[in-house]
């Protein structure tokens, strides 16, 4: 494990050594986040690299990640912890055979931690192993009950279980919730962290970031994907595209062996950034070729 | 910066004030967090100052431009804060400010006076029509029936009266969550374990479980154009309930624009609700762009209220000012996007409605079901409708279910 960055460049510079190029913005809330060890919470579109500050802070920093993807109904024994109740049936039969009855003992002997399963949110604060970056990937997928079972976690880093007691983290994990905001997550999960809007990058942030994920690419290539992209986000499309596509189309052009956009290699392209039929025929034809000039003309001037 | 330690915390003080002004909910710990993020970073770099202070004291993404409007204002000027004239503008950027006298003192006001005599253009409403008095109807009976558009102001006070006793139960969806019960179908072996306890380990009895069952999410997308206004004004009564009476429920209003109303709307006093509602819309009795409405809906909203299999009921009369323009794409869009679609259309208490406008024309494909709203019947009937399991989609007619 290394030490935190000591300052808001630090970070930036730690975060942009494994391949993440951050804005100044979210350079200083996950600056914040570590200096003042708070749970960060990235709100914003999918595909502009919130699940990702995860994983590259879990590598700058050498921490191993613990990761809990959200979905409808996830509960405490699939997120926080579980009783191992076959092993307690066991410990009962054996203290039943061996004589001994007491109450007292046996409600400690089978509540022992041996016999307590971790899930992730628990393997995240057990103090008996290393520090690690907790990843709550997308709750906004979980119901809101489940928003309930955190609010201890994030606030104290610690987790109560009625039968055992408290359990507390050592070194506090680095937190980092993300949200699609397919729902809005409640006031109080948002109270207890730093709030950050990941948006869109621009033209030079997301130039830099094709040069640090897709470095196989042409530089002359790489530019024009980039100016078509920028263009592509201000026209009026269902769902626009992320990073997460732009990455996707410059390494699918780099599989054909493209040299430069041309009409035809972006239409027979398109389903690479376009998720949405409705879009990709909006798209197809005399618009995206309008986008393409428009992006050569930008280039060339 | 030269500034003692002291000095900054002050100002951070400050300028929490100034954001509570502008209508952002900053109190004590944001505050202190505010303080504490400011010794962590290099005070030297003023974007750096306000993205710190951003991350730690608001909370939402709709708070960002009235956080960075009032930061350029106040650490420009530190002393900002105590001239009045910047206060005051800070005013301008609460979003449902109101300065009229609350309505809570209208209501006394009006519980203390003596009962005036109506006015006289609550006389000059027209007379129930068509209505055969002769027959032994009870009154109740004869509201339930008469047309909201209809009523005269003695019965729409009463109608609403009736409206906010309705409840709403949307039919069950089970969820994977479980909660205890004797005849459940699982076994939960935790509770079982930890009553054995109690019998010296000796299993007795075995707990169950049962799967929690709730309603899904209900967005109501509302047209209040000039031809809705009398029927909007009814059901924004019976939306005002249904918000109040349960969760995840989404309302908006829409003519020529759309605009949410859900957090307006969840006052629990209704007068203040609507009040509150007032302030928001722009666009009351106005003109109709269904199909613009339906696309910011669309792109704006539909990702983040209608997850998790929400119902949605449109309630418009489909008569477009722009000739149905985008309206057949955006009406398919928001089908799909959606687990089940109701169209309430107040015209469709005429027997011999025909879709023939445009507008309806290019809506009717994409309904699973299409229902009169027009009077008290027709709402019972739609909440009778919504307690009942949806019909399987696909070769349904939605003709068929109006009648």
């Known amino acids: ?301 | 910066m030269s500034e003692a330690p002291g000095a900054l915390a002050a100002n951070v003080m400050q300028f929490a004030r100034m954001l509570r002004r502008a209508g952002l909910p900053v109190g004590p710990t944001e505050t202190i967090a505010g303080q504490d993020a400011l010794t962590v970073i290099d005070l030297g770099q003023r974007e750096e100052m306000r993205s710190a202070l951003r991350a730690v004291m608001t909370h939402r993404h709709e708070h960002r431009e009235v956080f960075d409007h009032a930061f350029a204002l106040f650490w420009r000027d530190p002393a900002a804060a105590q001239q009045e004239a910047v206060m005051a503008l800070m005013d301008g950027q609460k979003q449902a400010a109101d300065r009229r006298p609350p309505p809570a003192s209208r209501r006394v006001a009006e519980a203390m006076a003596p009962a005036r005599p109506a006015r006289p253009q609550d006389r000059e409403t027209p007379p129930p029509p068509d209505l055969d008095m002769t027959l032994t109807v009870s009154e109740r009976e004869r509201l339930s029936q008469l047309d909201f558009e209809a009523m005269a102001a003695a019965d729409i006070a009463r109608a609403k009266s009736e409206i906010r006793a309705l409840r709403l139960p949307l039919d069950m969806r089970r969820t994977r969550r479980r909660r205890p019960d004797e005849t459940g179908p699982f076994t939960d072996l935790r509770a079982t374990i930890r009553g054995s306890l109690r019998q010296g380990g000796e299993v007795l009895r075995i707990s169950r479980s049962e799967r929690t069952e709730r309603p899904p999410p209900l967005v109501v997308l509302c047209d209040i154009s000039g031809s809705m206004a009398r029927y909007a004004q009814v059901l924004l009564h019976f939306l005002h309930a249904v918000a109040n009476d349960r969760e995840r429920v989404h309302v908006f209003l829409f003519g020529t624009r759309l605009t949410n109303i859900t957090r307006a709307l969840k006052h629990r006093d209704p007068e203040v609700a609507f009040q509150m509602v007032a302030h928001l819309v722009p666009d009351w009795s106005g003109g109709t762009r269904i199909g613009e409405a339906l696309e910011t809906f669309n792109r704006r909203w539909a990702r983040r209220v209608l997850a998790q299999g929400a119902v949605v009921l449109l309630v418009t009369d489909g008569l477009d000012r722009e000739g149905a323009r985008g309206l057949a794409e955006n009406m398919d869009r928001l089908h799909r996007s959606c687990a089940r679609l109701i169209w309430l259309n107040p015209l469709l208490r005429w027997d011999g409605f025909e879709p023939k406008s445009q507008g309806v024309r290019a809506m009717l494909p994409h309904v699973d079901e299409f229902r009169p709203v027009h009077n008290l019947a027709s709402l019972r009937s739609l909440i009778a409708a919504l307690s009942r399991p949806a019909p399987p989609r696909g070769g349904a007619d939605p003709w068929r279910m109006a009648a």
Not at chain 1, 163 to 173: F, H, K, N, Q
Not at chain 1, 238 to 261: C, H, M, S, Y
């Open chain 1, 1 to 301: 494990m290394r030490t935190l960055p000591a300052s808001v460049a630090e970070t930036a510079a730690l975060l942009s050594d494994h391949g993440y190029i951050a804005d100044a913005d979210l350079a200083t809330a996950v600056h914040l986040a570590l200096a003042m060890g708070r749970p960060l919470f990235l709100e914003g579109e999918p595909g502009t690299g919130k699940t990702e500050i995860a994983k590259v802070l879990s590598a700058g920093l050498g921490r191993r990640l613990v990761r809990l993807q959200c979905y409808d109904g996830l509960d405490l024994s699939a997120a926080a912890y579980e009783w191992d109740h076959a092993r307690q049936l066991m410990a009962i039969r054996l203290a039943e055979a061996s004589g001994s009855t007491d109450r007292a003992t046996l409600a400690s002997d089978i509540y022992g931690r041996e016999f307590l399963r971790p899930r992730p949110l628990l393997s995240a604060i057990d103090p008996d192993q290393p520090p690690a970056v907790l990843l709550i990937d997308e709750l906004d997928r979980a119901d809101e009950p489940f928003e309930a079972f955190l609010l201890e976690l994030l606030a104290d880093f610690q987790i109560t279980v009625p039968e055992y007691g408290t359990i507390r983290a050592s070194t506090p994990p680095v937190v980092v919730i993300t949200s699609n905001r397919t729902r809005e997550v409640h006031d109080a999960i948002r109270r207890r962290c730093l709030y950050q809007w990941v948006d869109y990058p621009d033209g030079a942030r997301e130039r830099a970031i094709l040069a640090a994920r897709a470095p196989g690419v042409p530089g002359r290539l790489s530019a024009q994907v980039v100016e078509f992209v920028q263009r592509l986000r201000g026209e009026e499309l269902f769902k626009l595209p992320g990073v997460a596509e732009t990455i996707d189309w410059a390494n699918a052009l780099r599989a054909l062996d493209a040299r430069e956009l041309t009409p035809g290699l972006v239409n027979e392209t398109l389903g690479v950034l376009l998720k949405y039929q409705d879009d990709i025929a909006r798209l197809r034809g005399e618009q995206a070729a309008r986008l393409l000039a428009e992006t050569t003309q930008a280039a060339a001037a």
